[in-house]
């Protein structure tokens, strides 16, 4: 991953740079992330412009079909950063460039991610609840949660901020009560 970092980083500053300067950061961020959720959930959109076998124009033509025609994509820096991915023949590198830039703006403005997953989906009450569980526990005034859901935790959650794994998940419990009874026979 190292390498993909390597390859993808200057992209990513170069898109926040563009919207530090016309103050349209957030924006691009918004966009980001609708771009990501459409490429980690479609394997055919990755298959399709990773394939050597498609022209840069044609798949420039796809991208602006799905992300700008679609109103994925709001911002005009957004839609030139994957056009020009294509131009250059690094598509397979979206996810990693857009995850990259989500990374380098949080870092910005020092907003925490914590990855959550859930046995359960979440109310927006309870993800609300839980956002400011997490801003207490991250020591930030802002909070970006990750949310997924994985019904094998039986019930209850466990939250990644960092290194710090809180596990609150019934899974969870019952492992280390396994491990208490293992240590006292």
């Avoid at 300067?21 to 959930?41: C, F, H, K, P, Y």
């Avoid at 991208?63 to 820096?77: H, M, P």
């Avoid at 460039?97 to 990374?103: I, K, T």
């Amino acid at each position: 991953m190292p390498l993909l970092n390597t390859i993808a980083t200057p992209y990513a500053e170069a898109l926040l740079q563009i919207g530090n300067q016309n103050g349209t950061s957030d924006d691009l961020a918004a966009d980001a992330r609708a771009v990501l959720e459409i490429w980690i959930t479609s394997d055919v959109l990755r298959d399709a412009l990773g394939s050597p076998i498609l022209e840069p124009e044609t798949r420039k033509a796809v991208i602006t079909a799905l992300f700008q025609e679609k109103d994925v994509v709001k911002q005009t820096a957004s839609l030139n950063l994957l056009k020009l991915l294509a131009d250059r023949q690094r598509t397979s590198l979206i996810g990693a460039v857009f995850e990259r830039f989500l990374e380098l703006y949080r870092k910005a403005k020092g907003i925490a991610l914590a990855q959550v997953t859930s046995a359960t989906p979440l109310t927006s009450q309870q993800e609300e609840q839980l956002k400011q569980k997490v801003r207490t526990m991250a020591g930030s005034a802002a909070v970006d949660c990750s949310i997924t859901v994985d019904p094998s935790l039986i019930g209850g959650l466990i939250v990644r901020i960092g290194s710090q794994v809180v596990d609150a998940s019934l899974s969870g419990q019952v492992r280390r009560l396994g491990l208490s009874l293992a240590k006292a026979t």
